[in-house]
């Protein structure tokens, strides 16, 4: 079992700056792969990152690449997303995701995850 637990939602202006962490705990040895997805209202849900846990890789999305940054503290088990230079359209609730075994799908595919976070909410004013 792996529990994962959100932080740093909240609500800024166009522009601004976010860094949502993902609190990991439980078998995280097991883990391949931890991604960040978000939904908007009366949208489907879209992968915003991945980072492979073994080479510290990550991959984006189109919509956030050059904008989002993910990493991790190890120390932690703890892992990152800042967001910067925030559109209306980031807005959205934002989970983090983890995938146990090796997958070579897409990354970006919500049914290859086993753990899901609760969600933080991230909300961008124009």
């Known amino acids: 079992q792996v529990q994962l637990v959100e932080s740093g939602g909240g609500s800024v202006q166009a522009g601004g700056s976010l860094r949502l962490s993902c609190a990991a705990s439980?078998?995280?040895?097991?883990?391949?792969?931890m991604t960040w997805f978000r939904q908007a209202p009366g949208k489907a849900r879209e992968g915003v990152g991945v980072f492979y846990i073994g080479g510290g890789s990550t991959d984006y999305a189109d919509s956030v690449k050059g904008r989002f940054t993910i990493s991790q503290d190890n120390a932690k088990n703890t892992l990152y997303l800042q967001m910067n230079s925030l559109k209306p359209e980031d807005t959205g609730m934002y989970y983090c995701a983890a995938r146990i075994g090796y997958y070579d799908g897409s990354w970006s595919r919500g049914e290859a995850y086993h753990y899901w976070g609760q969600g933080t909410q991230v909300t961008i004013s124009s």
């Open positions: 439980g078998a995280l040895y097991r883990r391949y792969s």
